[in-house]
């Protein structure tokens, strides 16, 4: 059974970091794609930043500079520091995994994570 679970969200003021953290388990981790998706009170979930299996980053403008993306395969984790926090950065944060490329839809979803900047 694959399991996503995020960790790390909270309340930061703007300027600060955060570290979110995303266990797996239920499926050979190192063959999916994983991502950082986010929605905001209101919006569509919206793709943060992804990471392909072969280690290919793809990242949204909005995070360039700011956001990182990791995994550790020998873990099953995948990170997203986030630093230089705003506060249209507010929202749930969740883990999102696939299986096939780009051609599959993100299919494995954690519950999510909040994160809120105050100004």
């Known amino acids: 059974q694959v399991q996503l679970l995020e960790s790390g969200g909270g309340l930061v003021q703007a300027g600060g970091s955060l570290k979110l953290s995303c266990a797996a388990s239920?499926?050979?981790?190192?063959?999916?794609?994983m991502a950082w998706f986010r929605q905001a009170p209101g919006t569509e979930r919206e793709l943060v930043m992804d990471?392909?299996?072969?280690?290919?980053?793809f990242q949204r403008v909005f995070a360039k500079g700011r956001f990182t993306i990791s995994r550790d395969n020998a873990k099953s984790m995948v990170y997203l520091q986030m630093n230089s926090l705003k506060t249209e950065d507010t929202a749930v944060y969740f883990c999102?995994?696939?299986?096939?490329?780009?051609?599959?839809?993100?299919?494995?979803w954690g519950p999510g994570t909040q994160v809120t900047v105050s100004s």
């Open positions: 239920g499926f050979t981790f190192s063959t999916y794609d």
């Open positions: 990471i392909a299996s072969s280690g290919k980053i």
């Open positions: 999102a995994g696939r299986l096939g490329g780009l051609l599959s839809p993100y299919d494995a």
